[in-house]
């Protein structure tokens, strides 16, 4: 067995619960009577995710960030989170960019646990919502003939990311902090057939709406909005930490919050996703441990 996907998949025998939805979605979902509840859990390491030595105000960010972004990508409404934290040197500052990100979200600390250990730390974050609308918008929902949207712009991240790296200083904004696309996902989850956050890469999300669809993703390389320039576009749909809205909605629904349509939902096909009428080339996005 070797990488995430692999293990996932192994992950896949021990589910039982349809809440899980198949380990195969952004969150999981509980129907209560009338309410649902929507769980997340994502991890941050450093090195991995934020740089060696970035400024644990903006770890926090992020953690919680990209956390909320998945029940953004849910229509769910943040009631709480939970906090996984390794204790480390600069702990004010993570106390402080908690804080900062907490408010701004207008999102309580629940709860969580604290420990001390040698080596790369890790951080990880629990975030419950409520549902919104039900049916809770899941990756599976895609038809032939749906329009293909996405909020924002792709390779934002990977900038402020080269911007870090190379010490260009250029803005680097959208990288440490980014932000999670709430009130859309709301917006949308009445209309949309499917809908995820984009972490992995748009190409690596956009095929795991088609799988889990059973449809093929085909997209128009020129429709999709560039935080960069053209010459860029291979790594930008590639490189993820977007955390934009990818969703489907059928033909002719307009929707209500700024997107942009960059391609459409074919049946399924020899592959899941075509770029441009033809299956891309090499690794499409992020996969941990391959
Ligand atoms: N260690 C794990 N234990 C249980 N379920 C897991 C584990 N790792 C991943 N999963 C499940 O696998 C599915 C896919 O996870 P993935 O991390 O790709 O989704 P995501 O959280 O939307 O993406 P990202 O981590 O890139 O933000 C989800 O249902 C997730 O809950
Ligand atoms: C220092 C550093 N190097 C590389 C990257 C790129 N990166 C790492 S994980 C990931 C996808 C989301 O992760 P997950 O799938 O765990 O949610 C991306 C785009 C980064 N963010 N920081
Ligand atoms: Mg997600």
Do not use: Q
């Not at 419950?128 to 895609?142: C, E, K, L, M």
């Not at 960059?262 to 080339?281: F, Y």
């Amino acid at each position: 067995m070797k990488g995430e996907a692999a293990f996932v998949a192994a992950l896949r025998h021990l589910v039982y619960d349809p809440a899980a939805r198949g380990l195969a979605d952004d969150c999981a979902v509980i129907e209560l009577g009338n309410e649902a509840l929507v769980l997340t859990h994502d991890m941050l390491v450093e090195g991995v995710h934020v740089f060696d030595g970035a400024d644990p105000a903006d770890i926090a960010w992020k953690l919680v960030a990209v956390n909320l972004s998945d029940l953004a990508a849910k229509g769910a409404r943040p009631l709480g989170v939970l906090l996984g934290h390794m204790l480390g040197d600069r702990d004010d500052r993570f106390l402080a960019g908690l804080h900062d990100v907490l408010n701004h979200y207008g999102v309580p600390l629940l709860g969580g646990d604290t420990v001390a250990g040698e080596g790369r730390r890790a951080w990880g974050l629990t975030a419950v919502g409520r549902a919104t609308h039900r049916p809770v918008p899941s990756r599976s929902g895609a038809r032939a003939g749906d329009a293909i949207w996405v909020t924002g712009e792709i390779g934002a991240a990977m900038l402020g990311f080269e911007a870090l790296r190379d010490k260009t200083g250029a803005d680097s904004t959208a990288y440490r902090r980014p932000m999670a696309r709430l009130a859309e996902g709301e917006a949308l989850a009445p209309l949309v057939t499917a809908m995820m956050d984009v972490s992995d890469g748009l190409l690596l999300d956009s095929s795991r709406i088609a799988e889990a669809s059973g449809v093929t993703l085909s997209l128009d390389s020129k429709a999709i909005p560039l935080a960069t320039h053209i010459g860029r576009l291979h790594y930008a749909l590639r490189w993820g930490d977007d955390y934009e809205l990818l969703f489907t909605l059928p033909e002719g629904v307009k929707p209500p919050v700024k997107a942009t349509r960059i391609g459409k939902v074919l049946e399924a096909g020899s592959t899941g996703l075509l770029l441009d009428g033809n299956e891309p080339e090499g690794e499409l996005g992020w996969m941990h441990g391959t």
